[in-house]
């Protein structure tokens, strides 16, 4: 794998992710940094994150209506998402029934070196409290 180069370009991203708490769109990272006055262009923060997440300095995942979300990465290896539907909370959790579903199914397909992502999407537990009390 080629190294990329760490342009101010990549730098700034990664500066307003690890900025950022929970996840963010492309988007909406790109209008942060331009509200801050950053002549950065969508294109050049969408390689940037997709280069972070590649490297495993971001976590990536899918929202319930398919959009791309970034956050800087707490955690290094493989690892799993709680994610509140309503506020954004995530937390990183252990799925070691996962892991072995997975190399079990892949195995049982002919499949080898088979990866996957779970992310499991919720509401938490303020959001279910503050939910039942609207009722």
Same mark, same amino acid.
């Given at each position: 794998?080629? *190294?990329?180069?760490?342009?101010?370009?990549?730098?700034?991203?990664?500066?307003?992710?690890?900025?950022?708490? %929970?996840?963010?769109?492309?988007?909406?990272? #790109?209008?942060?940094l331009?509200?801050?006055?950053?002549?950065?262009?969508?294109?050049?923060?969408?390689?940037?994150?997709a280069?972070l997440?590649?490297?495993? $300095?971001?976590?990536?995942l899918?929202?319930? $209506?398919?959009?791309?979300?970034?956050?800087?990465?707490?955690?290094? %290896?493989?690892? #799993?998402?709680?994610?509140c539907r309503?506020c954004?909370?995530?937390?990183?959790?252990?799925a070691?029934?996962?892991? /072995?579903? /997975?190399?079990?199914t892949a195995?049982?397909h002919?499949?080898?070196?088979?990866? #996957? *992502? *779970?992310?499991?999407? %919720?509401l938490? /537990?303020?959001?279910?409290?503050?939910?039942?009390?609207?009722?």
């Open positions: 794998m080629a *190294v990329k180069r760490n342009t101010w370009q990549r730098e700034a991203v990664r500066e307003a992710l690890d900025d950022t708490d %929970g996840f963010v769109s492309a988007q909406a990272l #790109h209008s942060r331009r509200d801050g006055g950053s002549p950065i262009g969508l294109a050049t923060v969408y390689r940037a994150l280069d997440a590649t490297t495993g $300095d971001a976590d990536l899918q929202s319930p $209506d398919g959009e791309s979300l970034y956050r800087a990465c707490e955690s290094t %290896g493989h690892h #799993h998402h709680l994610i309503n954004g909370l995530t937390v990183e959790i252990e070691s029934e996962v892991e /072995a579903w /997975a190399r079990k195995a049982d002919g499949f080898t070196q088979a990866q #996957h *992502v *779970v992310d499991v999407f %919720g938490c /537990a303020d959001c279910s409290a503050r939910a039942e009390t609207a009722l």
